[in-house]
């Protein structure tokens, strides 16, 4: 089955600097890659999502990439806030199969 | 927007007692899932659910079962609880594909003693 590793499990950063994390995967047919956004004491919620025939997306400051040849994706922040510190979750999918996530990265981003 | 509900935010629970984790949600989505989550290794699935009646064993499902009777609603049973089960429990559902964008409840913190 699918196996989703995040790195890294904590990343502390100065407001206004760049964040990036990093997700490997293990199925070559996985096609759908979320990430995931969980802020303190609330509930897991989706902030962006690639497709396996996209090599990047953007949302505002916020940006995925995808690899599939080396089967990684990254979820980037720009201009990071205090509002981004946060629990960020990766996971990915095939078609009609079920979400495996990554185990996390604790981003903190200090004033 | 997708409402997702389970029916207790804490509960505090003694080894070997039946519980039951409630959930439902209002935006008629097929699949529904239960997640638990605990520092250091994400949310693992523990069961799903594509459709009413219909269950499917996820990575974790051992100590666990589900039932659903419902559309709308998808429960969790731990049928003799043990303090390895102490944990957040996330219900979620989607529609479409199950793979596809899941909307979260907020959580049940279950203590086993």
């Known amino acids: 089955g699918e196996n989703v590793e995040q790195h890294p499990s904590t990343l502390s950063v100065q407001e206004g600097d760049s964040a990036v994390i990093k997700c490997t995967y293990s199925d070559s047919a996985s096609n759908y890659f979320p990430w995931y956004k969980q802020e303190l004491g609330k509930r897991p919620q989706l902030i962006i999502d690639i497709r396996s025939n996209v090599g990047e997306k953007k949302d505002q400051r916020i940006a995925v990439t995808l690899n599939k040849t080396a089967k990684h994706f990254s979820l980037h922040i720009t201009e990071t806030q205090p509002e981004d510190s946060a629990v960020y979750f990766c996971?990915?999918?095939?078609?009609?199969?079920?979400?495996?996530f990554g185990t996390g990265t604790r981003l903190l981003v200090s004033p | 927007d997708v409402k997702v509900t389970q029916s207790s935010r804490y509960l505090v629970k003694r080894t070997g007692e039946k519980v039951f984790l409630e959930c439902v949600q209002d935006?008629?989505?097929?699949?529904m899932f239960w997640y638990r989550q605990d520092p250091g290794l994400g949310l693992r699935l523990i069961y799903f659910?594509?459709?009413?009646?219909?269950?499917e064993k996820g990575d974790i499902p051992e100590g666990y079962s589900v039932s659903r009777e419902k559309k709308e609603r998808f429960s969790l049973i731990l049928e003799s609880a043990s303090t390895n089960q102490t944990s957040m429990y996330l219900c979620?559902?989607?529609?479409?594909?199950?793979?596809?964008?899941?909307?979260f409840g907020s959580g049940t913190q279950l203590s086993v003693l």
């Open positions: 659910s594509y459709d009413v009646k219909m269950k």
């Open positions: 979620a559902s989607s529609s479409g594909e199950p793979g596809e964008k899941l909307f």
């Open positions: 935006m008629d989505h097929e699949n």
């Open positions: 996971a990915a999918s095939q078609s009609f199969q079920k979400l495996v």
